[in-house]
């Protein structure tokens, strides 16, 4: 343990002395408002036997995934405590978007991968920022941090960038309501097996993966003005709309965009977030050798080799297998040609790429001490904020796994093995015991890896 605490330390100076090399940073496609409840016991219980506990109880186990009414509403809620899992369903019925306002929230942040991204690595690591946002009202607008945050707007025929609180439009509010729960959580007899959130989705503009006319048109433009972009917030997409639009006609606008950012050599990172439309899938899949770089978990790169057609290996990457884990990196490369893949899951993270460095480990375990920071914070202010994840535990149980890595390769040094033309890396990652909030965890772990690293390897 007394080598991963030398190798944190040195990783998070090396991290904040290259993060101000980056010049720009393009996010894009889905920002949002989040609402956030913290669900209490007792009014969750009231509200459910006011709407009839059998029919909600039904919904739990029978669940159509998507909102029509309250019962579906709080059953998806008591689905998500019972499983643990984090699940989100989009919200059809008006009647429970007016029950969702009314019942209020604790917090507001800015949500959707993109828009958290945005106050992430423009707010708290002031690097210049474009943010893509469907639609920016006042409500929205006023959650962006300071800092160098920018959205596209047309005055006349030019483009320019100003921060979204100097674009607040007469627009759409697209709200999210999260319900967070702690491990333990306990309501009627269901008790969860650990901390997530459930998320009721009411928001019609990012279901459509919706961009705006300054991006339609502006797009090259934009390119030219950044060394990075993150694209996240596809996986939302269906095969078929009312309208006849098709995930193709998004998709295509999205390869084209990805072939001017490759045109101007930016760097891109796609996350990677669970798509349940297996054809939207198998689309998605075919679009990552235009990428540089794809993060993802075991049930995204689960679905990924299921894909691919590897059944075994999908279920085996599912059940937390390390050594499966690296033989589907190493399927997912050779059939994209991707140059870097990230894998986080809860304990350690693990990153295959095509080319040498200790800037991946370095980066890998910034971006650790930065969720750890987040989960015990809430949310991250300022960039020093990261220097007290310091003092918070190591996962001791990726100590087996590290010693078992060592056993299978002769090459592994500090976290890093050499498989002759791949280098895969691997850290364990810094756990808090009590989250204060799981949201956007897993966009503050991959952005902060993808960017210092970039910022690291630019030296």
Known sequence: MRLWKRLYVNALENALNAIPNIEGVLLGYNTNIDAIKYLDKDDLEKRIEEIGKDKVFKVIENPSEKISSLEDLFGGILRSIKLGKAMEWFVESEEVRKYLREWEWDELRIGGQAGIMANLLGGVYGIPTIVHIPQNPKLQAELFADGPIYVPVFEGDELKLVHPKEAVADEEELIHYIYEFPKGFQVFDIQAPRENRFIANADDYNARVYMRKEFREGFEEIAKKVELAIISGLQVLKEHYPDGMTYRDVLDRVENHLNILNRYNVKTHFEFA????????????????????????EVELASIIEIIGDEELAKEVLEGHVFSVIDAMNILMDETGIERIHFHTYGYY??????????????????????????????????????????????????????????????????????????????????????????????????????????????
């Open 274 to 297: 669970y798509t349940a439309n297996r054809r939207v899938r198998e689309a998605l899949i075919e679009l990552l050798p235009k990428f540089t770089s794809v993060g993802l978990n």
């Open 350 to 459: 693990l990153a295959l790429t095509q080319y040498m460095g200790e800037e991946v480990r370095d980066a890998l375990l910034f971006a650790s001490l930065a969720a750890a920071t987040k989960a015990m914070r809430g949310n991250l202010e300022r960039i020093e904020q990261i220097r007290d994840a310091l003092s918070v535990p190591t996962n001791e149980r990726a100590m087996i796994l590290e010693e078992e890595l060592e056993k299978e390769f002769t090459e592994f040094e500090n976290g890093i093995i050499d498989m002759t033309d791949r280098q895969l890396t691997f850290v364990p990652t810094k756990i808090v015991a009590s989250p204060k909030s799981t949201v956007g965890i897993g966009d503050t772990i991959s952005s902060s890896a993808f960017v210092s690293e970039f910022g690291m390897r630019k030296k």
